[in-house]
C-alpha cells in the first residue's frame, strides 16, 4: 500500500513540474502582459520547478530504499 502511495506521489509532483515549465514558458495569462509581470512569472515557477525537483529526487530515493528491502 506504500508502495503505491508512493508511486502516486511521484506521477503527481512529476505532472507539477511539467505543468510550472509549461508556466514558465508560456508566460503571464494576462493578455498584454508587462515585462515585469513577465519576471514575476518567471522567478516563480522557476523556484516551483526547484521545489518539485527536489521533492521528485527525495521521493524517488524513498522508492529505491523501499525497493532493496
Known amino acids: 500500500m506504500k508502495r503505491i502511495l508512493l508511486n502516486i506521489s511521484i506521477v503527481?509532483?512529476?505532472l507539477f513540474i511539467i505543468?510550472?515549465?509549461m508556466y514558465f514558458t508560456h508566460g503571464?495569462?494576462?493578455e498584454?502582459?508587462?515585462q515585469e509581470q513577465e519576471e514575476k512569472v518567471e522567478i516563480?515557477?522557476?523556484a516551483f520547478v526547484?521545489?518539485?525537483t527536489g521533492l521528485e529526487v527525495v521521493l524517488i530515493?524513498?522508492?529505491m530504499k523501499m525497493k532493496k528491502r
Open 44 to 46: 516563480v515557477t522557476s
Open 12 to 14: 503527481i509532483v512529476a
Open 28 to 30: 503571464s495569462l494576462e
Open 61 to 63: 530515493c524513498l522508492r
Open 32 to 34: 498584454f502582459p508587462t
Open 50 to 52: 526547484v521545489l518539485f
Open 19 to 21: 505543468a510550472s515549465y
